[in-house]
């Protein structure tokens, strides 16, 4: 029962504190009491007899802290009084205590700021029931090196009934006219199957979803809207449920509305911020009755595992699926294609390729504390000099070495922790500024809080960021010889050798640390850089982009423009009404893919006007062969008004109405792909579907980075938009114009034609080449970020050490003087301990960047990961810095007066 009353002794003692101590303290002087009159017993005198007592006893601070281990409060009650030590410690010292927690503060409130973004998009859960279970399911030809070339709805029906999920749902991203209103609005659809509200597991928050059970053909007229439309379009009007809204003509019933912050699970900000939920089972009117098992229109689809299914038992199921359909029907699977079906974690799909750039920053701001963390171990160990006389004096009354080094440490920590919550108070109040530097890109992007998950992440770094730069100055009381502390003192030293080779260590590694995040920085900043100077094959100069969309009802009876033919008088009517707008030079069409690095439609283009699967003729190529590439329709002025330039062959002309056969316009890339060794005029391919025209190829025009700024050589095809048709209308206008006003404009111009179309404010071409870059902007400005902060914390590193060395050298420095030295002897000596510091640290520092430099491949454009300007300009920007950081003290070391430094001594 031995340990019981030791327990109940130290909780005592941790509840009653003072009074524990005051009994402590009554004990030790009635042993003395005791041993004194001993003494006197036996013939000392009152003083002699005190004496022999005390030395008998031995150090009185020493035996009280042994009985107060026994007796009660233990570590807990000494981390208690080492904490207030260290407070009062760091209030007698505010310079020194705001600097430190200010530098903690730029490190854990920086760390802590990408760390909430990671959290919320990388780490935490999607908010879905059991998100584990959802997978995103996506088909491709890897023969013909196709991805996510969508599903048919014959394939849908198959994998619903393949016994591997519970529920499958593909989402198709659409905008609809919404009207019914003062004017007409247009809306984001997403069109899904019945069972896409259970499959993800949410309910609303009035009325009720969709049927999973109900496979009824057609569009079902039913809608689910958003919490935003609710309250935009319908004032909160809680009677909303059962009205009537009426979309491209046709009329849906509201049976429910969403809660607020329900976001679909999208990969774009356009499909996450969804306003209105439409279902169906994709065959029936306005689809086909028996969509071909080939017509893959249908996007990638989403779905929910069985339960207790792992992703890799289900993958192997779907593998014997896929190979038992290819068997099944040979025609539709050519085998040179090799179709097969992955799945993927849904949360992996929607975070897409921003992991490794989150990673990257993460490593980064890492990089920025880590250097923090060294400036405040230097500045620590400074200070830890200039009280050598005091620890000194604390050892010799009594003081353990592990309790002076556990002192020092819990200073440091609670120095670290104050600096936490300034960090944290910081990234509060910087919140909306992060949002607004973030990419609209980013996925998750509302989901950004400061979450206990967030705070937790804070406390823990903020500890082992107190551990990490106290540990020097720990060590080296541990270390403490209280002789030569002494010694030293009284000759008025401020520190040891041992203590300035632990300061050159910790700067060299600062310097290390600082040229891996600046050579990181230097190879995105030439990769952005690249990129926004590469010939992009296009003019964008000038150029504003409008948006409106035909209506596509369901009802094909009341379709105002249901071929080509009936909707080309609008089309020439828009052209000839914008041409005549002041300050219009030119003007063409297109369907909204042909927007140049728009990334608004992204993954519509990649289902219904992108990838465009197609049979070749004449070519390397098999026939009936399925290939790839990108296709966009577009009218005949559009090549001019962008400044693309042809090849050879022509472009559309004015023959090449819909009356005519279809012909295409190529890029270099899809001619060189397809015919490498022919002239690809009058070569034709047609859409890999049945009863689909042949389309004869009449011109080859250059590349043009309208796809991907880092990538010229997309294959892409050009139809003509008066041969095609298409719903969905990009207005191009070249000339000097006002994009506030020309908005307005062509609003008025479209709506004099048709007042059931709305149109959507004008997108500068030149805004949207710098949006196509905004998630490499965001990388290259956070990193250049951290890098000048390292760079600055490194130059305070420098100065530091070199600042401490000349007090240090002060009757040396004046010796020199004394026997002859010249002040640039003296300068050269102080310069050359600096540079030799750099030196070493630049070394370091460029293997270490050799090695992970070489991990950012992935997201470089231009230039290679070695680059050896890059590493040598920033070897020479750091040997700046450090010859800068040296300067000052180097000239206080040439002002040192040899009479004043003798004196001293």
């Not at 229109?297 to 014997?320: F, M, V, Y």
């Not at 592990?402 to 108070?425: D, F, K, N």
Request: hydrophobic residues 45%; proline residues 6%.
């Amino acid at each position: 029962m031995k340990w019981l009353k030791i327990a109940i002794a130290r909780i005592r003692a941790l509840v009653l504190g003072e009074s524990v101590q005051r009994d402590i303290d009554e004990e030790l002087r009635s042993h003395i009491e005791i041993t004194t009159e001993w003494h006197i017993s036996r013939g000392l005198s009152p003083e002699e007899a005190r004496r022999r007592a005390l030395l008998t006893f031995g150090n009185e601070v020493r035996v009280r802290e042994q009985v107060h281990k026994v007796k009660g409060g233990g570590l807990i009650e000494e981390i208690a009084q080492d904490t207030k030590y260290a407070a009062r410690m760091l209030k007698k010292s505010p310079g020194f205590s705001a600097v430190a927690i200010l530098t903690i503060a730029l490190g854990i409130g920086a760390t802590t700021a990408i760390f909430s973004v990671i959290d919320s998009t990388l780490l935490r859960p999607l908010p879905y029931p059991q998100p584990e279970q959802l997978v995103s399911i996506a088909a491709d030809f890897s023969g013909g090196d196709a991805r996510d070339i969508g599903f048919s709805q014959p394939e849908l029906e198959d994998l619903q009934h393949s016994g591997i999920f519970e529920y499958v749902s593909t989402a198709w991203f659409d905008e609809n006219n919404l009207t019914g209103s003062s004017k007409p609005a247009s809306v984001r659809i997403l069109i899904t199957c019945p069972n896409y509200f259970a499959l993800l597991g949410v309910k609303p928050q009035l009325g009720r979803t969709f049927d999973p059970e109900d496979h009824s053909p057609g569009i079902i007229p039913d809608v689910v809207i958003s919490d935003g439309l609710w309250k935009r379009f319908f004032g909160r009007d809680p009677k909303v449920l059962d009205k009537s809204v009426r979309m491209d003509t046709d009329l849906y019933r509201i049976i429910g509305v969403m809660p607020p912050g329900f976001d679909a699970p999208g990969r774009t900000a356009e499909e996450r911020n969804v306003e209105v939920w439409a279902a169906s089972s994709f065959y029936g009117e306005p689809l086909l009755d028996h969509p071909p098992r080939n017509g893959r229109n249908l996007p990638t689809a989403i779905a929910r595992l069985k339960p207790g299914l792992s992703i890799e038992a289900a993958q192997s199921r779907l593998d014997s699926l896929t190979s038992a359909l290819q068997h099944q029907f040979p025609e539709d699977y050519p085998k040179d294609s090799t179709w097969s079906v992955r799945l993927v974690p849904l949360k992996e799909r929607l975070i897409g390729n921003v992991r490794q750039s989150l990673i990257l920053l993460l490593a980064a701001v890492g990089l920025v504390l880590l250097i923090a963390s060294v400036n405040v171990a230097n500045l620590l160990l400074a200070r830890a000099s200039a009280r050598a006389r005091e620890v000194a004096i604390r050892q010799a009354i009594g003081a353990g070495r592990g309790r002076l080094a556990r002192q020092l440490l819990t200073e440091s920590v609670l120095l670290s922790l104050l600096g936490g919550i300034a960090g944290l108070l910081v990234l509060f109040l910087t919140k909306d500024l992060l949002l607004r530097l973030a990419p609209d890109s980013l996925p998750r992007l509302n989901d950004i809080s400061i979450s206990w998950s967030v705070l937790v992440f804070a406390l823990v770094v903020s500890i082992a960021t107190g551990l990490i730069f106290g540990l020097a100055p720990a060590w080296h009381a541990g270390r403490f010889d209280l002789v030569s502390a002494l010694k030293e003192s009284s000759r008025g030293s401020t520190g040891s050798g041992a203590q300035m080779r632990t300061r050159s260590a910790l700067v060299v590694t600062e310097f290390a640390l600082s040229l891996v995040l600046m050579i990181s920085a230097g190879l995105l900043l030439r990769s952005f850089w690249d990129l926004l100077n590469v010939r992009l094959g296009f003019n964008p100069q000038n150029v504003v982009a409008s948006r409106t969309r035909l209506p596509a009802p369901n009802d094909r009876t009341v379709d105002l423009y249901p071929t080509p033919k009936q909707e080309s008088p609008f089309l020439r009517e828009v052209i000839r009404r914008n041409k005549a707008l002041p300050g219009v030079e030119d003007v063409a069409l297109g369907d909204t893919s042909s927007i140049p690095l728009d990334e608004s439609m992204r993954d519509l283009k990649l289902i219904s006007e992108g990838q465009f699967l197609f049979t070749i003729e004449n070519s390397g190529f098999k026939n009936d062969q399925t290939s790839v590439a990108y296709r966009t329709s577009v009218t005949p002025n559009y090549f001019h008004l962008l400044e693309i330039p042809l090849q050879r062959g022509r472009l559309f002309n004015d023959q090449d109405d819909e009356n005519a056969p279809q012909v295409a316009v190529v890029n270099d890339a899809f001619a060189r792909a397809f015919w490498p060794n022919q002239d690809p005029l009058g070569k034709r391919f047609k859409r890999a579907r049945p009863n689909s025209p042949w389309i004869t190829i009449v011109g080859v025009i250059a590349n043009a980075r309208t796809e991907s700024l880092a990538d010229a050589s997309v294959p892409k095809i050009y139809l003509d938009f008066f041969q095609t048709g298409g719903n969905r209308i990009a207005i191009f206008l070249r000339g000097h114009l006002d994009p506030a006003a020309i908005s307005g404009q062509v609003r008025d111009q479209v709506q004099s034609i048709d007042p059931t179309l709305p149109v959507t404010d004008s997108t500068i071409l030149n805004e949207t080449v710098a949006t196509s870059l905004a998630q490499r902007r965001f990388s290259m400005e956070m990193v250049a970020l951290f890098a000048v902060t390292a760079l600055f914390l490194a130059g305070l590193g420098i100065y530091g050490v070199i600042s401490y060395s000349v007090n240090e050298r002060t009757h040396e420095i004046g010796i020199r003087f004394a026997l002859g030295a010249e002040r640039r002897n003296i300068l050269s000596m102080v310069v050359r301990q600096a540079l030799g510091l750099a030196i070493v640290g630049a070394a370091l520092g460029s293997i270490c960047a050799f090695i992970v430099s070489r991990m950012m491949t992935g997201i470089l454009y231009g230039v290679s990961p070695t680059d050896p300007l890059t590493f040598i300009a920033v070897a020479i920007i750091l040997m700046s810095v450090a010859l800068l950081g040296a300067y000052i003290p180097a000239q206080r070391a040439v002002r040192v007066d040899p009479l004043v430094a003798l004196r001293q001594e």
